[in-house]
């Protein structure tokens, strides 16, 4: 069986191959969860391993004894092995796209509260955070929302036509995470890509997911993750 | 033949996939640089061109009527499609975590100019700016390359083991980037990292990129780009 390795107390990067595994009806083990309130330590024994292929952050998924470090690599193997993307090379190579775009949006939202240092507090950079964070929401946001819109529009209910592939369901995450980071900015910036928001939807109310989305399994977002809510860095 | 998209004057994110296609002797036309001073134009006017697979942002790879976007998918596909990756399913998974991880370490490389504003210029977030870089430097350098440096201890010359990948051409042009930007960091990081420096010398001493390498096609770095040296964002 699979084992997901990933922070066990937020969504973070984490949740994009575990709506992957749960959406495909894949069976794998959460494994820092499992181990409750040594989540964190059994993660950092983990990464500690000496290991040919060591991960460089998580998560990483561990299968047939191979470590597929980063999210979008986790969800390469996962669309390919389990028919969770178009099995055509340019079906295949598009979707990944797709993702690899999804990646950067995340990266970019979580510098706007972390915009000058990874390892200090949102606190002590809270001046520079309220310049990245008007510049996400007035120039970034658009422009990647914008460009799947865009896609949608051409293509139909899903990234790449047809059924729902992994980056849908990672382009539901992200709506999911920006609203709860901007909800206001979001409001405004719905009406531009009706598209975008009809496909978040689309992907809550997935039967395969449905299950999922209302357990415990399903991590609340949070002050510790990617997307966190400071009003001071939201507007219209 | 394939056509790669990139603007003209500067290696940026484009010099990755070129750099597999010069190393791996695939024809290709390097379309907005082939249109001299109009290559801006050329390219913006591709980008608009209305198309089901839209790139997001240059690089992209126009083969066989598909296009490609993100430099880690081009590569995904060259790879593939031409030997520059382990063909076995672990080691090509393992090379294009290198890849993902590599480009990680770009974008942030690229935030310690611009860390508050992507569309602002550089003298209007110098203070922000000095406070990333140091961040970088301190923290981030020793942390990426460090892992590579690991990986290199355990498989030998080159990040899959046996002949070069893609992803070792990326990380060659990564730490000349890097001691372009960050020469004084640079110099006292590498006493740390001896294998990711001789990785970098290996590469630059392949026959088979000895022609690109002093030909006018390779694109030196400058302050349009990622990879620019501002002696205030420096430091040992």
Redesign the interface.
């Known amino acids: 069986m699979y084992e997901l390795w990933y922070w066990p107390s937020l969504p973070g990067r984490g949740e994009f191959p575990r709506l992957a595994l749960e959406a495909g009806g894949i069976p794998y083990r959460d494994m820092a969860r499992e181990a409750g309130e040594e989540g964190f330590a059994a993660l950092e024994a983990d990464m500690d391993r ?5 991960p ?1 952050a998580p998560p990483y998924l561990i299968a047939d004894g ?1 470590v ?3 999210a ?2 986790i969800l ?2 996962l669309g390919e092995r389990h028919g969770l993307a178009p099995s055509n ?2 079906g295949r ?2 979707v ?2 797709c993702q ?2 999804i990646a ?1 949006m995340v ?1 970019e939202a979580h ?1 706007t509260h972390h ?6 507090y949102y606190e002590d ?1 809270k001046t ?1 955070a309220k ?2 964070a008007a ?1 996400f929401r007035d ?2 946001i658009p422009k ?1 929302l914008g ?1 799947f819109d ?2 949608l529009a ?2 139909g209910d899903w990234l790449a ?1 047809g059924g729902w592939s992994y980056a849908d369901l990672s382009l539901f995450h992200l709506i999911a995470g920006l609203r709860h980071a901007f909800p206001r900015r979001m409001a405004t910036v719905a009406r531009d890509v009706p598209r975008v928001i009809a496909l978040h939807d689309r992907v809550a109310a997935l039967p395969a997911l449905a299950d999922y989305l209302a357990s415990e399994r399903r991590l609340r977002f949070n002050q510790e993750g990617i997307f966190r809510h400071y009003p001071e860095l939201d507007g219209e």
Chains 1, 2 share one sequence.
């Open positions: 000496t290991r040919g292929d060591p460089f191979i597929i470090g980063q979008a690599n390469l193997f090379p340019a190579l598009w990944h796209q690899l775009t950067d990266t510098d915009p000058v240092s990874m390892g200090d950079q520079e310049r990245r510049d120039a970034r990647f460009w865009r896609i051409q293509r036509g």
